[in-house]
């Protein structure tokens, strides 16, 4: 049903406004469908939480929050399909009762799961694949409003995970699942600089999912988030000290001075895979307003020389950085992925909430960062030329003949879509 817009209509920071013709808020699947295959140009609204215009349209904006949420289990081929507007942090509970878990979630279990795969969102840890490697099916309403599933083995699989939302409207997603399982979370305090380049692999590989803070500066030391499954600890276990660094004796928050009670449990309490694998718990709404985000991906054979390309303009980035972090992924084959086809290292930035004094800092990283072809996160702030971006994807011009077969009257398309894939030249 097409209703009047939420006001404000804006992303989950507050730095983007929405201004559609139409606002679409769906009660029912067929509802949906209609509005879909009525709307001359249209995108979806999720959580929000995405830092550009790739949400934006002029003419229709839908949200399916409103209709009703679904997490189908099957046991015996270890899945779920899951509606795609579900938040993983509603998402994740679910499963969990049932005795499976999610290979990875991301820091904040607040977000969609259909934004968060459609723009290659990830978590951490060396063997782990971003969030959409355990995309089994998407289901797509697609531009004359007909259901369309792809299904892993079917030739438009690797080019329908990341999909950027141009390729039709996420009714429901299947996941792998694995048998559930329990972890604990450490944090380390102080560690130099110099032991993160000599140690880096051994670091990342020390635990399920690891994590490096750091709010750089002139001599930049970091917060070394350690969460390990129970079943993989070795005793004892853990070190009392990395490389110089020691356990915290508290909780801690990755932004100095903050206090803690929003993250996930620390201090080697057992928890569950849900409650551990965040770094933010689903109970505490994340601020709003205060913030913007970058990210850049890179290959992580590069990963310490991009390190001290970084370091090296560290007092540059202080002044208008909360905290940077550093994550790592296991190599996939989704065509728009930002790991496609590299092991790759996440190099993350939250910034204060105002854009003219972050704008030229953002631009000086991606500077330091250009030798080792950097892959912005598609949902977050960059300001690489767009055909930069472009030939950072091999598998892109795939990617625009599968959007022109699925989608030919651009249904989907949007400013955003339009220089990414090179409709226009931005």
Same mark, same amino acid.
């Given at each position: 049903?097409?209703?009047?817009?939420?006001?404000?209509?804006?992303?989950?920071?507050?730095?983007?406004?929405?201004?559609?013709?139409?606002?679409?808020?769906?009660?029912?699947?067929?509802? @949906?469908?209609?509005?879909?295959? #009525?709307?001359?140009?249209?995108?979806?609204?999720?959580?929000?939480?995405?830092?550009?215009?790739?949400?934006?349209?002029?003419?229709?904006?839908?949200?399916?929050? #409103?209709?009703?949420?679904? =997490?189908?289990?099957?046991?015996?081929?270890?899945?779920?399909?899951?509606? +795609?507007?579900? &938040?993983?942090?509603?998402?994740? /509970?679910?499963?969990?009762?049932?005795?499976?878990?999610?290979?990875?979630?991301?820091?904040?279990?607040?977000?969609?799961?259909? +934004?968060?795969?459609?723009?290659?969102?990830?978590?951490?840890?060396?063997?782990?694949?971003?969030?959409?490697?355990?995309? =089994?099916?998407?289901?797509?309403? *697609?531009?004359?409003?007909?259901?369309?599933?792809?299904?892993? +083995?079917?030739?438009?699989?690797?080019?329908?995970?990341?999909?950027?939302?141009?390729?039709?409207?996420?009714?429901?997603?299947?996941?792998?699942?694995?048998?559930?399982?329990?972890?604990?979370?450490?944090?380390?305090?102080?560690?130099?600089?110099?032991?993160?380049?000599?140690?880096?692999?051994?670091?990342? #590989?020390?635990?399920?999912? &690891?994590?490096?803070?750091?709010?750089?500066?002139?001599?930049?030391?970091?917060?070394?988030?350690?969460?390990?499954?129970?079943?993989?600890?070795?005793?004892? %276990?853990?070190?009392?000290? $990395? %490389?110089?660094?020691? !356990?915290?004796?508290?909780?801690?928050?990755?932004?100095?001075?903050?206090?803690?009670? /929003?993250?996930?449990?620390?201090?080697?309490?057992?928890?569950?895979?849900?409650?551990? !694998?965040?770094?933010?718990?689903?109970?505490?709404?994340?601020?709003? +307003?205060?913030?913007?985000?970058?990210?850049?991906?890179?290959?992580?054979?590069?990963?310490? =020389? =991009?390190?001290?390309?970084?370091?090296?303009?560290?007092? !540059?980035?202080?002044?208008?950085? !909360?905290?940077?972090?550093? $994550?790592?992924? @296991?190599?996939?084959?989704?065509?728009?992925?930002?790991?496609? *086809?590299?092991?790759?290292? *996440?190099?993350?930035? &939250?910034?204060?909430?105002?854009?003219?004094?972050?704008?030229?800092?953002?631009? /000086?990283?991606?500077?330091?960062?250009?030798?080792?072809?950097?892959?912005?996160?598609?949902?977050?702030?960059?300001?690489?030329?767009?055909?930069?971006?472009?030939?950072?994807?091999? $598998?892109?011009?795939?990617?625009?003949?599968?959007?022109?077969?699925?989608?030919?009257?651009?249904?989907?398309?949007?400013?955003?879509? @339009?220089?990414?894939?090179?409709?226009?030249?931005?």
């Amino acid at each position: 049903m097409a209703d009047r817009a939420p006001t404000p209509l804006h992303n989950w920071a507050g730095n983007i406004d929405f201004s559609p013709a139409r606002f679409e808020a769906p009660a029912t699947l067929d509802e @949906a469908r209609a509005a879909v295959a #009525g709307a001359d140009r249209l995108r979806v609204l999720g959580s929000g939480h995405s830092f550009n215009t790739i949400a934006a349209s002029g003419d229709v904006m839908m949200s399916l929050a #409103g209709m009703e949420p679904f =997490a189908e289990l099957d046991i015996l081929k270890g899945t779920v399909r899951a509606a +795609g507007w579900l &938040t993983y942090a509603a998402l994740s /509970a679910a499963v969990h009762r049932a005795g499976f878990a999610l290979h990875n979630m991301a820091s904040l279990p607040h977000i969609s799961v259909a +934004g968060s795969i459609a723009t290659g969102t990830h978590g951490s840890g060396d063997r782990n694949g971003n969030l959409g490697t355990a995309v =089994a099916a998407v289901e797509f309403i *697609g531009p004359d409003g007909e259901l369309r599933t792809v299904r892993r +083995g079917d030739e438009d699989f690797a080019g329908s995970v990341v999909h950027l939302g141009a390729l039709g409207v996420v009714h429901s997603v299947t996941l792998d699942l694995l048998p559930a399982f329990e972890m604990r979370q450490y944090v380390y305090d102080g560690l130099g600089l110099d032991a993160v380049l000599a140690h880096f692999d051994e670091l990342t #590989g020390a635990a399920y999912s &690891t994590s490096l803070f750091t709010p750089w500066g002139a001599a930049p030391e970091f917060q070394f988030w350690v969460k390990q499954r129970t079943s993989d600890q070795t005793h004892p %276990f853990p070190p009392a000290n $990395r %490389f110089g660094a020691p !356990l915290a004796d508290g909780p801690r928050h990755p932004v100095p001075g903050v206090d803690p009670a /929003a993250c996930t449990v620390q201090q080697g309490q057992t928890g569950p895979w849900h409650e551990r !694998l965040p770094h933010f718990r689903p109970e505490f709404t994340p601020s709003a +307003g205060d913030e913007l985000q970058s990210e850049y991906l890179v290959d992580r054979v590069h990963a310490t =020389a =991009a390190l001290e390309a970084l370091a090296g303009i560290g007092d !540059l980035l202080a002044p208008v950085l !909360l905290i940077s972090e550093v $994550r790592t992924m @296991a190599a996939d084959g989704l065509w728009l992925s930002p790991a496609f *086809g590299r092991d790759t290292v *996440g190099l993350h930035f &939250t910034w204060i909430g105002d854009h003219d004094a972050v704008a030229p800092v953002m631009a /000086a990283v991606e500077t330091v960062l250009e030798p080792f072809s950097a892959r912005p996160h598609w949902g977050k702030l960059f300001s690489i030329p767009m055909n930069e971006v472009r030939s950072r994807y091999p $598998r892109m011009g795939d990617f625009a003949k599968l959007r022109a077969r699925v989608d030919p009257e651009g249904k989907f398309a949007n400013d955003f879509s @339009a220089a990414v894939f090179g409709d226009t030249e931005s």
